[in-house]
């Protein structure tokens, strides 16, 4: 029986590891160690290694937890075979507590040990802008101010040709310093910045105007055929989006102006950069290596530390302990849900014997799951357990593990039968799942997480609605990003049109808005713009602030097109990248995230 007992340190000025369990189990002995020792400051990267032996065979997993020593422990690194992480945090000076659980994969037994550390304030009596490794990110700290109040930071560049940029408020801490990252900057450029404080009731007030410059973008980065921008098509508009977020397959995601300037990157490639998530952090998968503890879910924040991470082998063994299908590995979404969970999608797989094929074929599926804030599983939704397995994919795709479908195990090559690539809860509580090789978008009982998952309608063709539309081929096919923008009755999507296109080589791409009517099953569309080039793959949609949209057709031969449509179906932008492209976003900022 493991004990667990919470390690506090009382102002010591060093270091002590502590290793709890029970001492007819003491096989396991573990140290945890800086890579700087304590104290440092904030922002400043920490590299924690743990070192462990153990007696019994056996391969060991290693789980990393970071909080506040007066508050609660997160999960930043999921159970793996890493024994090292990095950490960092600027949200307040103070001691923190990091934490190891190694698991011996072949015994079950767990070792805990765990650190005290802590982090020194960055500004005193006077703000302070201090660089991070990104150049193009900084961080701005400043004074404590009042609590009641809210503090929020504008910066802008010094010669005024940018739009002034103003981070999000934060509450006032009288305790703490106030520290933000600053982002959205072009290279080699200065900027003015300063704080304002709103206080209920006194007089707003501002710190002092302050100046910093940029550093250049690494040539990596800027090297990239991605990060080439060409503005095809521009014209005046008063959207207030005025940054393109990018994610590249399988390159590191950067952001641009609207005429193509990088004002923001992360360092490391990604395989899905999935959705902007709140407070300036960003949701990844990346997958590598021949299994699922490759596959990797991250969060990660504007300077491109990690925040959390988790691997579809910790998943899979929270999904074994609960009765469920394994999964493969992670990909195309992962997104923040309004109660704090997290949606993401997995393969999962299953040999068939004459089913969708003569004898034993490998079918590949997909899984919706739920988690928690610490990588608990919550929910799941199996499409083996709810979709009719002898409905092929629509163009008979099958996968190779060579080809532009994700990773599977049971077999060199499978029929790829659903190929989800998106999953939002809807306002009503539910889920939509996009299924690209089904030519559907279905929506399942969900019940913010009381649902059993049952399928309650298919959009498409062949599905449980009639399109009301004098076009004979008005049905979306092996669409993407398919999203109800702030209703349960106007539906965005990319319809790349592949079915479309198997039968009229000429069929283009378009960017779809559906007007659904769920009581009657009926469809209208509200908007249905053909972009005039053809994307075999990816792609995403999005409405604007202005009541434009934004299309990204991100497979176009070896590059990507994002697209401005106005309500009307003129096309008021048009921004093309050296390569193509899984999603990209409008932004009125890196911290506000998406609605």
Not at 192 to 219: D, I, R, Y
Not at 361 to 372: A, E, P, R
Not at 384 to 411: P, Q, W
Request: some cysteine; charged content about 15%.
């Amino acid at each position: 029986m493991e004990l667990f007992t919470a390690v506090r340190n009382c102002g010591l000025p060093f270091l002590f590891f502590v290793v709890f369990q029970s001492p007819s189990l003491a096989a396991i002995t573990t140290e945890l160690a800086p890579s700087t020792p304590s104290p440092s400051r904030l922002g400043n990267v920490i590299s924690w290694r743990a070192n462990s032996n153990d007696i019994n065979a056996g391969s060991l997993l290693y789980r990393f937890s970071a909080g506040p020593a007066n508050g609660n422990l997160q999960v930043v690194k999921d159970f793996s075979s890493s024994n090292q992480f990095d950490w960092t945090t600027i949200d307040s000076e103070g001691l923190y507590v990091i934490q190891v659980d190694v698991l011996n994969q072949a015994t079950g037994e767990i070792a805990t040990a765990s650190s005290p550390y802590d982090m020194l304030p960055i500004a005193g009596q006077d703000p302070v802008v201090s660089a991070t490794e990104n150049p193009l990110v900084f961080i701005y700290s400043a004074p404590p101010c009042t609590n009641g109040g809210k503090m929020q930071v504008n910066f802008s560049r010094a010669d005024g040709f940018c739009p002034l940029q103003t981070t999000k408020a934060l509450p006032c801490r009288s305790g703490s310093t106030m520290n933000f990252y600053l982002a959205g900057m072009q290279a080699n450029s200065a900027y003015l910045v300063e704080h304002v404080v709103t206080q209920p009731t006194s007089p707003t007030s501002a710190g002092p105007l302050m100046q910093f410059t940029t550093g250049n973008v690494p040539t990596a980065i800027t090297s990239l055929s991605a990060a080439k921008q060409q503005v095809l098509q521009s014209s005046f508009s008063a959207a207030t989006d005025w940054i393109l977020l990018q994610g590249p397959i399988n390159f590191p995601p950067f952001a641009t102006d609207l005429s193509g300037n990088i004002i923001w990157y992360y360092p490391q490639a990604l395989s899905f950069l999935t959705r902007p998530d709140v407070d300036g952090r960003f949701f990844g998968i990346r997958n590598t290596g021949p299994d699922a503890s490759g596959s990797l879910l991250r969060i990660f924040d504007l300077a491109g530390n990690t925040v959390q991470e988790t691997n579809a082998a910790a998943i899979n063994a929270r999904l074994a302990a609960l009765g469920k299908r394994q999964i493969g590995v992670f990909h195309h979404e992962a997104r923040r849900l309004p109660d704090g969970n997290i949606a993401t999608l997995g393969t999962v797989e299953q040999i068939l014997t004459d089913v969708q094929g003569p004898g034993p074929v490998d079918v590949i599926g997909d899984m919706i799951i739920i988690l928690d804030p610490n990588f608990q599983v919550v929910w799941t939704w199996d499409s083996f357990d709810y979709l009719d397995v002898t409905r092929k994919a629509v163009l008979g795709e099958t996968c190779k593990n060579s080809g532009a479908c994700m990773s599977h195990f049971l077999a060199p090559d499978g029929n790829d039968w659903t190929h989800a690539n998106a999953v939002q809860q809807t306002p009503e509580g539910n889920l939509l799942i996009s299924l690209r090789h089904q030519d559907w978008v279905v929506k399942l009982d969900y019940e913010n997480g009381n649902g059993d998952g049952h399928v309650l309608w298919r959009l498409g063709n062949e599905g449980d609605f009639t399109i009301q539309s004098d076009d004979p081929n008005a049905w979306f096919s092996h669409q993407h990003d398919a999203n109800f923008l702030g209703d349960n009755v106007t539906l965005a999507l990319f319809d790349n049109g592949n079915t479309r296109r198997a039968s009229d080589p000429n069929a283009n791409s378009r960017g779809q808005v559906l007007v659904v009517d769920e009581e009657n099953r009926t469809v209208d569309l509200l908007l249905n713009q053909d972009l005039a080039v053809y994307s075999v793959a990816v792609g995403s949609a999005q409405r604007l602030p202005n009541g434009d949209y934004h299309f990204d057709a991100g497979f176009v031969g070896l590059s990507a097109i994002s697209f401005e449509v106005t309500r009307t179906g003129n096309i008021r932008r048009a921004i093309q990248a050296g390569y193509p492209e899984y999603r990209t976003f409008r932004m009125p900022d890196l911290y506000s995230g998406l609605d």
